[in-house]
């Protein structure tokens, strides 16, 4: 597996990565767009194949995960977690003390993942996600204070 910066170049296969992970996938467009924005790193993997992806954006000393998804074929490999560990370092490097993110309170693998690398439960959002003709669902907010993470 290789993991590296995402550059605009990546967009088709951070889209790809994206689209296999996710049910309603951003496409090239929204990549260009949000690694164009201030503060914002990107880290794609790749096995063979565009595997996954991680987005963070860092503003002053806070910073947010934007997306981390691993397409299925390479689940349960340690992917996420060295997209994670490379986002949490741009955090830390960019200078943030402290991280947050937002995961549908029944995704357990995403908050069996966060959890193991120290993220603890910061508040509830109701309602937060739009699950369409399956109604709404709450976001669990989750911090993990990076001054005292072990990156
Ligand atoms: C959540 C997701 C990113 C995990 O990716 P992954 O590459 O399989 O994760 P890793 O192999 O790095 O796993 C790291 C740790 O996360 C936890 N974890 C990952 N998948 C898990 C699962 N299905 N059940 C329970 N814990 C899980 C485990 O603690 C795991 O460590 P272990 O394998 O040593 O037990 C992936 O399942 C995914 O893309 N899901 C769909 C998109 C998504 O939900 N993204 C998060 C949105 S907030």
């Known amino acids: 597996m ?3 910066p995402a550059l605009p170049d990546h ?3 951070l889209a790809s990565a994206h689209a296999q992970a996710f049910d309603r996938p951003w496409d090239e467009t929204d990549f260009r767009e949000i690694l164009a924005q201030p503060g914002v790193a990107g880290f794609l993997a790749e096995a063979g194949d565009a595997a996954g992806v991680a987005l963070v954006r860092i ?3 806070e910073a947010e ?3 981390v998804g691993v397409a299925p074929w390479a689940r349960r490999r340690g992917v996420a ?3 994670m560990a490379a986002a949490l370092g741009a955090a830390r490097g960019g200078g943030a003390r402290e991280i ?5 309170v029944g995704n357990l693998s995403a908050i069996g993942l966060y959890a193991d690398l120290g993220f603890v439960r910061a508040g509830l959002r109701r309602g ?3 699950r369409g003709a399956d109604g709404r669902a709450d976001a669990l907010v989750m911090r993990l204070d990076l001054t005292n993470a072990d990156l």
Do not use: S
């Open 59 to 61: 503003v002053g000393e």
């Open 100 to 104: 947050f993110l937002e995961v549908d």
């Open 11 to 13: 967009a088709p296969a």
């Open 128 to 130: 937060y996600y739009d």
């Open 2 to 4: 290789k993991l590296h």
């Open 65 to 67: 995960i934007l997306t």
């Open 81 to 83: 977690r060295a997209l």
